[in-house]
């Protein structure tokens, strides 16, 4: 009966380690000693506590506190299952500082961006009208070149002019074009 009284005190032991238990009862039937500390709740009720950790019990008067959640003098809760256990540690929720960053006054910015891209504008606008003008005497420089084309195409099938005297037609003379070009240059410039 001695060996397994030895048997039983040694797994009491090992139980106790693998629990993290600091002292279990004994096989022999001696309770173990439990320091109990005591912890004040927010409402000013004092409650006495074996361990301030999850499966620790917690009493008020020597009877188990009641279920639910309490919160502690400090500010951290404890949430409380049958007979006191606890069931979770809820630490102090500490107060969280929101930085607002400094919001800086945009209106200048925007005022120089709106003058800086009407400025463009208007430099565009200018440099548009004078492709615009460029364009135009282009045209006009196109609408001749195609009257000169015409008029080469057309003049040797033309009868010659009967004011002039000349002894040849005008549909027997090759047309120059330098005289052509000659005439329109005078014509534009004019």
Do not use: R, W
């Not at 003058?115 to 200018?126: L, V």
Request: charged residues 30%; hydrophobic residues 45%; aromatic residues 6%.
């Amino acid at each position: 009966m001695k060996d397994a009284q030895t048997i039983l005190d040694k797994m009491s032991v090992f139980f106790a380690e693998l629990v993290g238990a600091e002292e279990m009862p004994k096989a022999s039937g001696e309770p173990a000693a439990v320091k109990m500390m005591e912890a004040k709740l927010k409402d000013g009720t004092i409650v006495e506590v074996s361990e301030l950790a999850i499966g620790g019990i917690v009493t008020i008067d020597g009877a188990p506190a009641p279920v639910g959640e309490h919160e502690l003098e400090d500010g951290s809760k404890i949430v409380l299952g049958d007979n006191g256990v606890i069931m979770e540690i809820k630490p102090k929720a500490e107060e969280i500082e929101i930085e607002v960053p400094v919001v800086e006054d945009m209106s200048a910015k925007f005022a120089a961006f709106e003058t800086s891209t009407n400025e463009k504008f208007a430099a565009y606008e200018e440099k548009f009208a004078a492709y615009e003008l460029k364009l135009s005497q282009a045209n006009k420089v196109i609408e001749g070149l195609m009257e000169i084309s015409k008029m080469l195409v057309e003049a040797p099938q033309a009868s010659a002019d009967q004011s002039v005297k000349s002894s040849s037609s005008f549909a027997s003379q090759k047309a120059d074009p330098k005289e052509a070009f000659k005439k329109f240059s005078e014509s534009i410039c004019s």
